[in-house]
Nanobody
Framework: VQLQASGGGLVQAGGSLRLSCAAS????????MGWYRQAPGKQRELVVR???????NYVDSVKGRFTISRDNAKNTVYLQMNNLKPEDTAVYYC????????????WGQGTQVTVSS
């Protein structure tokens, strides 16, 4: 299973970016897709995840600013990030928990998001 993420970049504070992550490969279903991030010197943290069926979990710091959506037909998840803040600067990693006889976790390669003040 491969996760191909795209959409990172450099933006000024208050700006927007949209990340996407497409899953490909051999699996029966995708149970969870989401995004983690890791800032320099910090641990990787969950930003948001969307569970099969549509329920979502956001970290408090992004609520009201970030929106996750999922296109099941394309096995793709999107993260719309609005009103970005310098503290959102991090490498963002796409994540998927898939079922292929058993549950497995996969990670994308990471995409850099830099927000300048």
């Amino acid at each position: 299973v491969q996760l191909q993420a795209s959409g990172g970049g450099l933006v000024q504070a208050g700006g927007s970016l949209r990340l996407s992550c497409a899953a490909s490969g051999s699996f029966v279903s995708i149970n969870i897709m989401g995004w983690y991030r890791q800032a320099p010197g910090k641990q990787r943290e969950l930003v948001v995840r969307i569970i099969n069926g549509g329920s979502t979990n956001y970290v408090d710091s992004v609520k009201g600013r970030f929106t996750i959506s999922r296109d099941n037909a394309k096995n793709t998840v999107y993260l719309q990030m609005n009103n970005l803040k310098p503290e959102d600067t991090a490498v963002y990693y796409c994540y998927a928990r898939v079922f292929r006889g058993h549950l497995e976790d996969f990670w994308g390669q990471g995409t850099q998001v830099t927000v300048s003040s």
